[in-house]
């Protein structure tokens, strides 16, 4: 009799096991499906293809973005509303991040992650986001997306530059006796933009410096710091006063006296700018202004 006993409950032992793991193998399969639906989407997305993008939505399928306000019913709409989207000439990159997959019943799973989005020069944005599917015809398609911003976790300081984003550029200023080249960039990351220029003045040996324009975090203000090939540094910092910008400016000359100036930037055209000095001293000793100059963009 408790041989019998051992026999039954070993083989229900067995029966729990295999159940459970041919539970397991569905669900894996069903999961698998789901990400690749996933990855599908983000590829579409990527390559602007509205048709493939909506290829795994359900006829009656929604979407809504409460953020932009866009929302679409039915697989033609959110084809449509996609297609549109990709025609306004915008360079967009999205990277989908899946946080966790559910299965409520054998053919239902709700799907949640985060998608990052670039769009342009703009900072990446953070969005939130649940995916509702269903399996039709033995085949998993998205019944629901439902999305919603997220602040970004990481800081990105080029919205508080993107104002100076017409400096960016290759620029120059000749004149009868001097040349002035500079080449205005974002760095890697756009958290700062660096000013390499280099002068010339006829009969004399060439001056080459760097400037670094960045926003402070603790000041909250826009900062500069510049350097040149005579050894002299300094420092300011940036206001904008109606369309231009002035640069207050201190300087440790190489011979260490302290000179000071107001540079002020004027944008024109976005292919031209003015760039004048104002307030200029050295030890105390006051300087003649310097006058508007035009500024024309190389490429």
């Known amino acids: 009799m408790q041989t019998t006993f051992k026999i039954c409950l070993t083989l229900f032992a067995l029966v729990v096991v295999f ?5 397991n193998r569905h669900e894996e399969a069903d999961e698998k499906a789901i990400r690749n639906i996933v990855h599908s989407y983000e590829e579409a997305y990527n390559q602007e293809n509205a048709e493939k993008l909506a290829a795994d939505f359900a006829s009656d399928a929604t979407y809504n973005n409460p953020l932009t306000g866009e929302s679409a019913e039915g697989k033609e709409a959110i084809e449509k509303l996609f297609k549109e989207k990709f025609a306004d000439s915008q360079k967009r990159h999205l990277e989908i991040v899946i946080k966790d ?40 398609v998205v019944k629901a997306l439902n999305e919603i911003e997220l602040e970004s976790p990481i800081k990105n300081d080029s919205e508080h530059l993107n104002e100076l984003s017409w400096f960016i550029g290759k620029w120059s200023d000749i004149d009868d006796n001097v040349e002035i080249l500079s080449d205005n960039q974002w760095d890697k990351f756009k958290n700062f933009i660096t000013q390499n220029f280099k002068m010339k003045v006829y009969g004399q040996d060439d001056f080459e410096g760097k400037q670094i ?21 300094g420092e300011g910092t940036w206001e904008k006063v109606d369309n231009s910008w002035y640069a207050t400016m201190r300087y440790i000359l190489s011979d260490g006296r302290i000179a000071t100036s107001k540079n002020i930037y004027t944008p024109i055209d976005g292919k031209s700018y003015t760039f004048s000095s104002v307030e200029r001293e050295v030890d105390g000793e006051v300087l003649p202004d310097m006058n508007p100059v035009t500024v024309e963009k190389v490429e």
Do not use: L
């Open 101 to 140: 997959i559910q299965f409520p019943s054998s053919d239902e799973a709700i799907e949640k992650g985060v998608m990052k989005i670039k769009i342009d020069d703009r900072p990446e944005m953070h969005i939130a986001y649940q995916a509702e599917y269903a399996k039709e015809n033995n085949k998993w």
């Open 19 to 23: 159940g459970c793991n041919e539970v």
């Open 213 to 233: 324009i960045a926003w402070d975090p603790e000041k909250q203000v826009i900062r500069s710091w510049v350097f040149d090939s005579d050894g002299e540094f």
